[in-house]
């Protein structure tokens, strides 16, 4: 048989070649595999795979300590969520497992100098002999020491006060601006002994809040939770996420909040809704008696721009819906409202009869602390050490940061020679603006001790456990103290060598002490310490994201209140101050405005772009926000740039309008830096804080400022 | 994964306006669970990837009468989705067991026709490459894949979750899921509150009786699209809202 194949054959074999593998599974299967080929790209990241399991730890990235229950897959975290049932972490904290692996991390010493795009590596040795030298000539006359504690309270600053305690001219001092810092106002008008203060927000009825961010989580309260049983006042100028959420916002002119207070003190006096009886008769209440008179509601009113009426009905429900408590508070970016701001604040508390009662402002005594009776270095106010007098600064920002201008640092350098070292685990922050800085561990991979923070009622302490190993290059910071000590001849007697040794130092006090409770996150329940057979368990327990509280004080001492904090009839300058001065035409208010979660962190999650970069809703830093009839009378319109300037210098911003500020204020958006998000950019570069100049009480919460064009 | 033919639900959610006070924590932990990639540097409202959006509105009054809302907007979940008709690739599918509405990666072939029908604004397009920073990318959540470049992407309702709670039932030989066991990572971080989550078809839920009180409602209703996001709040205004764009609102207001 002959078989041919013809032209005609080869054709009819290809077409239905091809329309049976079209009509087959494979070109369907190749597309498929293609499609997830082109997913697997050596360069896409891969989830990691692995063993799960769930930890629990403590939130160390600001001072509130929530419980954390981190999922771990192979060990490492891939999610944090809060361990309490019903309670939810922040923004920051839900991301704080990103921030081991933040691109800005310093991995090794540096030294910074300015103008440099890159930080020289050093190593750490370097930084000891530089820091010990300093203070050498510090001893020989040059100037003072001065660390800068951004997290007080803790062992490691106790640790600090230890070291330095051999140097006169040495101090520790709050970073400024730092949350709660406002109540350091309450030691000279109450008399404190060896007591401080704390705020019984829970249990308060009404709460009258300059400025505190209490909707935020600000004293750690759950204002959510609370909802039903409190009612909230708020005097603000910006409507913040904590004036939207007020039973009753008083939107005073920034830098009025003194002139609120002591009109609504005038009130509560005309009226006689309070009982005086322990106040009057002395000096400082007749000076008190003298500046309210002053302020009457209708002045008052016209120096803040509110209603009258406002004054009146706020200091009625203070007296009527007790317990009320008065607090002064941080504005999240735009520091401390000023001492004596601060005194006629706080001075309503006193006349309200709010010390030492539930709901009000109580005296507590402090943690133990982790060392004997040895002298320790006298603590300071930043603005107390004389300008251009400091030869070192030592910045502890191991356990957070702070947002405040530098130049609050810079005016107190000598000009003569100066240091400045920051021990942190960021190059962002104040660490970029040191001379060295030196990496520390950051959260998650060491123990970050909690102590009380400010507003709790009673000493408490959390411990923040590791999850990670510690990263190659990262240094101790009482092991570098160790160091230092070494170097510069220093006595640093003590067994303890690193930070988790002096925390176990204090955890052991606490435990011989034989008081208190340590209350378990997973279900509330408490155990006495005094049950507790060593203090290996109390460590154990804290540990586990335990935390332990002191037994409540039911017996206070008699205090002598001072309600004018010793300021007398200066007490009611400050108010006028602001609106006296004459300013030239076209002068703004500057008011800086962030956010509560993350303004205590050097370094941010590079997640956060979501909420800074990706969307609007809290815009991002250096945006100057202006009331849409403002900028009119000005000439600008929305999405303009334009120079924003201020007595500190200029700097080009993004204009947006919003009805919801105040007008003849200029709000400058105070977010994360993009080397905080992450961003590799020059250490040191100029911020929206650098505009910022404080006054002489330290407050950068309002500043004068001009917008021009181009 | 163990499978089991569970109860058909159609999860919905409703948003409480009048709690919700902007924090951010929604968006975040939408963005920590589902891998979305930080922003490169050039990205910016327009390119970013955040498939929980919170908008803020106001009452259009001055200051200080002046007040303003945050909504939270992501994937509506509609009853008639406009982008499934759309899509040429069938890369967008409702689900019959949950009622999602979900995007398959691998069959997007990215023409974005989607993010035009969309009248929420809810879906984004992956404009690059996902990347993290270096070590970062052992934080990821090994449930949820991560998308390459040129596909769109959405809220699926924390598809993840869904499947894990179904096995969890499977391995106890139930059929219905435990309410507790799925629950969206918007809906556990919010400290507020403000998001309830369940089953609309399960007239006993909280989301059902959300849904239907008298201060609920959707966003464009006219349209038709029937959403399975309600939002709720006592004042008028901010229900007024509603047949509001809210993305282009706050952008006209703020930025002229």
Known sequence: MKFNVTRRDVLRFAGGAAIGTALSPMPWNLTDDLAIWTQNWSWIPKPPKGERATRTTVCALCPAGCPVEARCIGGLPVALRAANDGAALCPLGMTGHHLPHHPNRLTGAVGITRGERRPAAVTTDMVVRETARAIRSARAGAGSVVVLDTRPGRSGSWAWRRLLAGIDSAVVAAAPGLEGASLASLDTMLDARSQSFGLDLRNARTILSFGAPVAEGWGQLDLAAARESVRLVQVEPMRSRTAESADRWLPARPGTEAAVALAIANVLLAEGLVDTTALSGTDEFDSYLSVIAGFSPDRAAAIAGLAPDEIFATARELASSGPSIVVAGEQPGGGPLGRPAETAIFGLNLLLGNVDREGGIVGRTPLPAPGDDAPLTPLARLDEIPDHSVALV??????????????????????????????????????????????????????????????????????????????????????????????????????????????????????????????????GSAT????????????????AGGRWSAAPSNTMPPRTMRITGGLGTALGELPTRATATPRPTGTLTLVPRATRDTSASAAVSPVLTKLYQESGLRGSTGTAVLNPRTAASLGFAAGRNVRLLTAAGAMRVALMLDEGVMPGVVEIVVAPERSALGEKTAPGARTVLDLLTPGNEQTWSAVDAQLLEG | MESAETTRARFAMVIDLDRCNGCGACATACAVENNVPPARPSANERTGLTWQRVYRASNGRQFPENRSVYFPVSCQQCEHPPCVSVCPQNAVDVSPETGVVSQIPVRCLGCRYCMTACPYHARYFNWFDPKWPDGMETTLNPDVSVRMRGVVEKCNFCHSRWQAAKAKAAAAGKRDLDPADYVPACVEACPEKAIVFGNLDDPRSGVAKSAKSANAFRLLEKLGTEPKVFYRSDRAWVRRLADADVAVQEKEATRG
């Open chain 1, 394 to 523: 030592i910045i502890d920002a191991s356990a957070g940061d702070g947002v405040y201008p530098w130049s609050l640092v810079a005016r107190k350098l000598s000009p003569k020679g100066s240091l400045v070292v920051a021990l942190s685990p960021f190059l962002s922050g104040s660490a970029a603006r040191a001379n060295f800085a030196v990496p520390t561990p950051p959260y998650l991979e060491t123990i970050h001790e909690l102590p009380t923070s400010f507003a709790e009622p009673v000493a408490s302490i959390a411990l923040s456990a590791p999850l990670l190993p510690t990263r190659s290059g990262a240094v101790d910071p009482v092991a570098f103290m160790r160091s230092i000590a070494r170097a510069a001849g220093l006595d640093l007697a003590g067994e303890w060598a690193t930070t988790e040794s002096l925390i176990r130092e204090r955890v052991a006090r606490i435990h011989r002490a034989g008081s208190g409770t340590v209350t378990s996150p997973a279900d």
């Open chain 1, 528 to 543: 006495l310490v005094a049950e507790l057979s060593t203090s290996d368990e109390l460590w154990d327990a804290l540990l």
